[in-house]
């Protein structure tokens, strides 16, 4: 029988033949409850950002960050962002944004990771089969509101520092921090932070990670675009008070029969936006481009089930992910106004409100997509004749984002899924809408890179929300070997 000195020796010897990464990835693996009950304390804060009366949970959300980077060894500022005005005329405070930075060796490369630890709001009664704020384990899944979006991903960041640092392995990388409490809401305030810490903070970053994403399929990705979104409101003007439908219907013109016919004449049903030249400003398709969906594992029958369809607007898998991605896209969300109660009311509403959106593409911009569309709708409204008064207005607007695929943070990145997960990443876009990220890109001037580590069906934004624990202790190793790879560009 091995004695307990010979055991200790011959893991000493064992643990040598490890190269320090490999010794990083035990050591996260010999730890991962430690990192799921760490999750569960900061799923327990409630942080709803766009819940006013939860404002002090999402503030000691951010304070918790900070204490834990400084934990680190890391310095912290909790910047103030100023003050938010609700629709009832309240004024509060916006939380504070957390910057950090851990190691300022100039001979190292800087890595900016950004995330944040705002979350939707849950609750129980929604629909869930867990108390959102009780992380709960079950079938290898750790469902909590924010375990995937994102907390989950901004806490591996976090693990993965502090495996070098338990080995008393040299971080690969200087890292500074920027983790946000109002991203759910809007990100308030950070645009204009930013700029301002342009020739400051970030003045030394040369690189820049997110991981608020996840993947399309079982096999890891890199994400390298989002679309911009065109958020826009049609108005439509009728008599000044509701009317009977049996003794104005057929004398007047409505205000809702006009709002229709202007939201039929947005998109056709093939999904095509019928706007003059809404088209003319997107990056043609290159054949190196149309290559990398071709290798996108994607199934589309179980895309269909998912969703609960039997069809779909395009046949195959290609060009499904090209209109989710690549294209431009119309969706009509929905109409103020309208007697939308159960029962029935013989009513002609004095004013309706349209709302629809617009997922922007390269190089497609807001405001002259807005001038587009305000033109065009003006026009099918003035070949109505009617006499209501007719206001369209952009109410939110954001660029889209794209990265190059060929640039060293993606070849790093590819190095590091491949040492981790042992497969090739696989090369995405978001059809959805990151405004920071652009805001990132467009303010430092650097390679902004998205590193998921969440599923396709974590339910980000629903019920049930969760993280696989495989995902949460393989992204935490994936970020280890990311800071590894990346310093030896």
């Not at 909790?78 to 916006?94: F, Q, V």
Request: with cysteine; hydrophobic share 40%; glycine share 8%.
């Amino acid at each position: 029988m091995l004695t307990l000195a010979i055991f200790s020796l011959l893991l000493h010897f064992a643990l040598q033949a490890l190269s320090p990464l490999d010794q990083v990835f035990q050591y996260i693996d010999e730890h991962q409850d430690d990192y799921v009950q760490n999750l569960k304390e900061w799923i327990a804060i409630q942080s709803e950002s766009g819940n006013p009366t939860k404002r002090e949970d999402v503030i000691q959300m951010m304070q918790v960050v900070g204490e834990r980077i400084k934990g680190l060894g890391g310095t912290i500022e909790l910047t103030d962002l100023g003050n938010e005005e609700l629709p009832c005329g309240k004024i509060i405070s916006l939380p504070p944004v957390v910057l950090g930075e851990l190691g300022k060796d100039p001979n190292k490369t800087t890595v900016c990771i950004y995330g944040h630890v705002d979350v939707q709001a849950a609750k129980i009664e929604d629909g869930w089969s867990t108390d959102p704020y009780l992380l709960t384990e079950k079938d290898g899944n750790l469902y909590g509101r924010g375990s995937s979006d994102d907390k989950g991903p901004v806490l591996a960041w976090l693990h993965a520092v502090e495996a070098f640092q338990a080995l008393k392995q040299e971080l690969p990388v200087n890292l500074k921090f920027i983790f946000e409490g109002m991203e759910e809401s809007g990100s308030k305030g950070l645009n204009k932070f930013l700029k301002e810490k342009s020739e400051t903070f970030s003045s030394n970053i040369d690189y820049i990670v997110i991981s608020d994403s996840g993947w399309l399929s079982k096999k890891p990705a890199l994400t390298y675009g989002t679309r911009g979104l065109c958020y826009f409101i049609v108005e439509v003007q009728g008599a000044n008070q509701d009317l009977h439908s049996g003794l104005y219907g057929g004398a007047v013109h409505e205000a809702m029969t006009d709002l229709i016919a202007l939201l039929d004449s947005l998109v056709n049903s093939t999904g095509h936006i019928l706007i003059p030249g809404v088209d003319s400003d997107i990056v043609p398709l290159t054949e190196e481009e149309r290559v990398l969906y071709e290798a996108i594992e994607f199934n589309l029958e179980a895309f269909k089930h998912s969703i609960g369809t039997t069809e779909l607007l395009h046949k195959t898998e290609e060009d499904i992910l090209l209109h989710r991605w690549r294209f431009p896209s119309l969706s009509i969300h929905g109409i103020e106004g309208a007697f939308s109660g159960p029962g029935t009311k013989t009513v002609i509403p004095a004013k309706v409100t349209g709302k629809f959106s617009i997922r922007l593409v390269p190089n497609m911009d807001p405001e002259k997509l807005s001038s587009q569309v305000t033109t065009y709708l003006n026009g099918v409204f003035a070949a109505r004749g009617s006499s209501n008064k007719l206001r369209v207005a952009l109410e939110a607007g954001s660029k889209p984002w794209v990265a190059n695929v060929t640039d060293k943070q993606y070849n790093a990145g590819q190095r590091a899924i491949k040492k981790v997960f042992g497969l090739e990443a696989e090369l995405i876009r978001e059809g959805g809408t990151i405004p920071v990220i652009r805001t990132l890109q467009d303010t430092m001037q650097k390679s902004v890179m998205m590193l998921p580590i969440g599923s396709p069906d974590d339910g980000a934004h629903s019920q049930n929300e969760k993280l696989s624990r495989d995902n949460y202790i393989s992204g935490t190793k994936l970020f280890a070997a990311y800071m590894t790879e990346i310093s030896q560009l």
